[in-house]
Nanobody, 119 residues
Framework: QVHLAESGGGLVQPGGSLRLSCAAS????????MGWYRQAPEKEREFVAQ???????QYADFPKGRFTISRDNAKSTVFLQMNSLKPEDTAVYYC?????????????WGQGTQVTVSS
């Protein structure tokens, strides 16, 4: 049973920083890729960043230069360091794991963690 658990969300002022964590059950290397998505109220869930099993990293355009994805293999944890936060970054942030099952990629999701950027 795959389980992803996010933590680290909260309320922060504009310009502030937060670090989100996603702890995976089992080794994160069982996943082909792990990453972060977010969903703001009344908006579609959108891609934020991803790190693949071989260490390749991709970002959406909006967080480039502000967000950094990383991982701790020993702790089976993926992080999202978010700096220079803006009110428009307010959303529920979801951890995502992609796993090839031999036929297709399955998506696994955490429960989400709320990030609110407000003065």
């Amino acid at each position: 049973q795959v389980h992803l658990a996010e933590s680290g969300g909260g309320l922060v002022q504009p310009g502030g920083s937060l670090r989100l964590s996603c702890a995976a059950s089992g080794s994160i290397f069982s996943f082909n890729a792990m990453g972060w998505y977010r969903q703001a109220p009344e908006k579609e869930r959108e891609f934020v960043a991803q790190i693949t099993r071989d260490g390749s990293i991709q970002y959406a355009d909006f967080p480039k230069g502000r967000f950094t994805i990383s991982r701790d293999n020993a702790k089976s944890t993926v992080f999202l360091q978010m700096n220079s936060l803006k009110p428009e970054d307010t959303a529920v942030y979801y951890c995502n794991g992609k796993l090839w099952n031999g036929v297709r990629i399955d998506d696994y999701w955490g429960q989400g963690t709320q990030v609110t950027v407000s003065s």
